[in-house]
């Protein structure tokens, strides 16, 4: 009686540690949703999955992908591929990423890209 006992603390501990970090990670994804546009003037694309972020829609069709998100926020945004932020620049906006003071475009930083 003593081992189900144990059996039963553990089961219930371990379901509230899965819950613990499964409520962490989605507290955390959601400020990050809800925060992601008041602070900077790039739109960043939203994603669903913490670490994962847009690199599975991307993949499943990387034209639909980006036509969809140039329609929505225009030639310019973010999105979060393999981990890291990837700022997309279209061709309406590709002289000002490039002549731009402020803008550097130093080794190690996240690629910019070009849509159609």
């Known amino acids: 009686m003593n081992y189900i006992a144990l059996d039963k603390k553990s089961e219930h501990l371990y379901l509230s540690a899965g819950a613990l970090i499964t409520a962490f990670m989605l507290l955390k994804s959601t400020s990050r949703l809800l925060s992601n546009n008041s602070k900077e ?19 499943k069709n990387t034209l639909e992908f980006t036509k969809k998100w140039s329609k929505k926020y225009g030639s310019a945004f973010k999105m ?11 061709a309406d906006d590709a002289p000002e990423a490039f002549t731009h003071p402020s803008l550097s475009f130093l080794a190690g930083q ?3 890209k070009f849509t159609p």
């Open 41 to 59: 003037q790039i739109p960043r694309v939203p994603y669903k999955l913490p670490f994962v972020g847009s690199t599975i829609d991307y993949y």
């Open 80 to 90: 979060h591929l393999h981990g890291q932020w990837v700022t997309v620049v279209g």
């Open 110 to 112: 996240a690629e910019v």
